[in-house]
């Protein structure tokens, strides 16, 4: 199982940016899906998550009402969508594929991950 993100770069306070995370086709299409992100120092944690259908999703605190997360199941693609970014938000990303089909918050849910993609918020 490979997932591939993309859509990191560098922004200014206030932009927005959409993360894009392709997957195999390997990926069972019934797999919750998450976003996790881990700044320079920082231990990695939890940003967004969404169940096998997109009927559930669950975020963070620091990014409720900001971010958005969905899937296209028939394009294997999940997608992260940033509005309003803070330098705070600045980290590398990684998309997650959990064992289950149900949200969670915790990394040890999941079991497969992609490589990161760097987002940089300058102020």
């Known amino acids: 199982v490979q997932l591939q993100a993309s859509g990191g770069g560098l922004v200014q306070a206030g932009d927005s940016l959409r993360l894009s995370c392709a997957t195999s086709k390997r990926t069972r299409s019934n797999n919750a899906m998450g976003w996790f992100r881990q700044a320079p120092g920082k231990e990695r944690q939890f940003v967004a998550a969404?169940?096998?259908?997109?009927?559930?999703?669950n975020y963070a605190d620091s990014v409720k009402g900001r971010f958005i997360i969905s899937r296209d199941r028939a394009k294997n693609t999940l997608y992260l969508q940033m509005n309003s970014l803070k330098p705070e938000d600045t980290a590398v990303y990684y998309c997650?594929?959990?064992?289950?089909?149900?949200?969670?918050?915790?990394?040890?849910?999941?079991?497969?991950w992609g490589q990161g993609t760097q987002v940089t918020v300058s102020s």
């Open positions: 969404i169940n096998w259908n997109g009927g559930n999703t």
């Open positions: 997650a594929a959990a064992a289950g089909s149900h949200t969670a918050t915790q990394s040890y849910a999941y079991k497969y």
